[in-house]
């Protein structure tokens, strides 16, 4: 289980998350306007940005603990709103970069398992990430995302400004991560997709959370 408990994130001087409390146990998507404050709550569970007060636990781990280069050990993965893929490496090494820290021995079977989740990224695997739309960007971050995210998936506004064809393609793939033992947070700016998925809604407004 994700636990979030009287999450309190400033930005500077300004308080931006405010006592933000809420659990998730399998599929849940935070829901809210442009500003609202769902990347910097995604930010500060991976302890991008520091907390003031609360803590973030999952599996009985404080994250507010953990460097966020250390959160793939703990099976995390995270898909940023504007991606942050590095231009010049290939598609297949920015998969491949979480797990870089971990010295799997796999890594090559994770790989090819991620493959064959998202077969259309064979398409450009060994294309520099700079030459790709940004909706073939979208699904490289997804599979950056998963290759680690065997436990807790982060995907902030996976289906934002994506062409019609490439959200649909990405409901399916996300709607099959609802797995047993997989917690999936996503954020969306309207619940229309996570309608779809069929994610249980929380809702952010200002910095604060409303049920
Ligand atoms: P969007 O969908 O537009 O990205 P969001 O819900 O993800 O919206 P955040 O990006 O988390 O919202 O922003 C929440 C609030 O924090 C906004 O009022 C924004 O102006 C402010 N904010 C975010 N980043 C910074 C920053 N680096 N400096 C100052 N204020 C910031």
């Known amino acids: 289980m994700l636990i979030i408990n009287n999450l309190e994130v400033s930005i500077g001087k300004i308080n931006i998350l405010q006592s933000i409390s809420f659990k998730v146990s399998k599929f849940s998507s935070v829901i809210g306007r442009n500003g609202a ?40 993965g995270y898909m940023p709103e504007d991606r942050r893929l590095v231009p010049d490496l290939s598609v297949k090494d920015n998969i491949m970069i979480p797990l870089w820290s971990l010295n799997k021995k796999n890594s090559n079977d994770q790989f090819e ?6 077969p259309e990224l064979k398409d450009f695997l060994s294309r520099q990430a700079f030459q790709l739309s940004g909706g073939q960007q979208k699904l490289v971050a997804l599979a950056r995302a998963m290759i680690v995210g065997k436990n807790l998936l982060l995907l ?18 996300i709607s099959s991560l609802n797995k047993d033992n997989l917690i999936t947070l996503i954020t969306e700016s309207d619940e229309s997709f996570s309608k779809k998925i069929k994610a249980n809604i929380i809702r952010i407004e200002r910095g604060k959370i409303y049920n």
């Open 113 to 118: 398992e991620v493959l064959s989740f998202i």
């Open 156 to 173: 902030d506004e996976p289906f934002e400004g994506v062409a019609p064809a490439l959200a649909e393609r990405l409901v399916e793939l």
């Open 37 to 76: 404050g769902k990347t910097t709550l995604m930010r500060a569970i991976m302890n991008i940005l520091p907390s003031q007060s609360g803590y973030i636990q999952f599996q009985k781990k404080t994250l507010n603990n953990f460097k966020t280069y250390n959160m793939s050990k703990l099976g995390i």
